[in-house]
């Protein structure tokens, strides 16, 4: 699976857009990119999922560049609760195969 | 309803002995998974395994083992338990359909060895 590179932390208003960031630049054709995040003491949630069209769902929205070496994760309203660590990953889709966690991003919402 | 639940939440135990932490999932998915998340907070996978195939990772220890009674149980069994397989276990599921298979994790397993 590709490398991917994340911002360690970062903060962000109650009520404002959460804008986190992930480098892939190694991706392959038929890799997809995830994002999973980890609220303290629980285990990974899964988020969303694409290949190169931007995705939406009712948790979150993720924009992926033309060439797909980067792509964001948009998490239109952050709430106290969205206080996560979330993981960008990037696989091959498909076929049970294991996702490999990096040191992802820190997300402090701040009242 | 829970959909991946393990048990036991915490578990404490002494070196050298042997435990088994449980999975089940309900959602009848056909690929369960181990995951260990260590003090520094890294998630790593141990184990894959559906009912055609089990795959390790090559670090995990052979002193863990995989078992599945049947497709909605993948229990964790440890043995000559050491100080640093201290860690939080983390079973997940997921069903291939198409180009999804979303994981679904458990709550974690809080084992400590002392």
């Known amino acids: 699976d590709a490398k991917t590179t994340q911002p360690t932390s970062m903060d962000c208003a109650e009520g404002r857009a959460a804008n986190l960031p992930c480098n892939h630049s190694?991706?392959?054709?038929?890799?997809?990119v995830y994002w999973y995040r980890q609220i303290h003491s629980q285990g990974p949630q899964y988020i969303i999922h694409?290949?190169?069209n931007n995705e939406t769902n009712e948790m979150a929205s993720l924009i992926i560049t033309e060439d797909r070496k980067s792509s964001t994760l948009i998490l239109p309203h952050a709430t106290l609760r969205d206080t996560a660590v979330y993981y960008c990953?990037?696989?091959?889709?498909?076929?049970?195969?294991?996702?490999?966690f990096g040191g992802g991003t820190r997300l402090m919402v701040k009242p | 309803d829970t959909a991946v639940s393990q048990t036991p939440k915490y578990l404490v135990t002494q070196m050298g002995n042997d435990k088994s932490i449980k999975c089940e999932q309900n959602?009848?998915?056909?690929?369960m998974y181990w995951y260990k998340q260590d003090s520094k907070k890294f998630l790593k996978i141990m184990f894959s395994?559906?009912?055609?195939?089990?795959?390790i990772n090559e670090t995990v220890p052979n002193r863990f083992s995989p078992k599945s009674p049947d497709k909605a149980h993948l229990n964790l069994h440890i043995n000559s338990l050491e100080l640093g397989d201290s860690a939080v276990y983390f079973c997940?599921?997921?069903?291939?359909?198409?180009?999804?298979?979303?994981?679904?994790f458990g709550p974690g397993t809080r084992l400590t060895v002392l």
């Open positions: 190694t991706i392959s054709g038929n890799e997809y």
């Open positions: 395994y559906n009912n055609k195939e089990l795959i």
């Open positions: 997940a599921s997921s069903q291939v359909r198409g180009a999804s298979d979303t994981q679904y």
């Open positions: 990953i990037v696989r091959v889709a498909g076929a049970g195969n294991m996702l490999t």
């Open positions: 694409g290949l190169k």
């Open positions: 959602l009848g998915h056909d690929t």
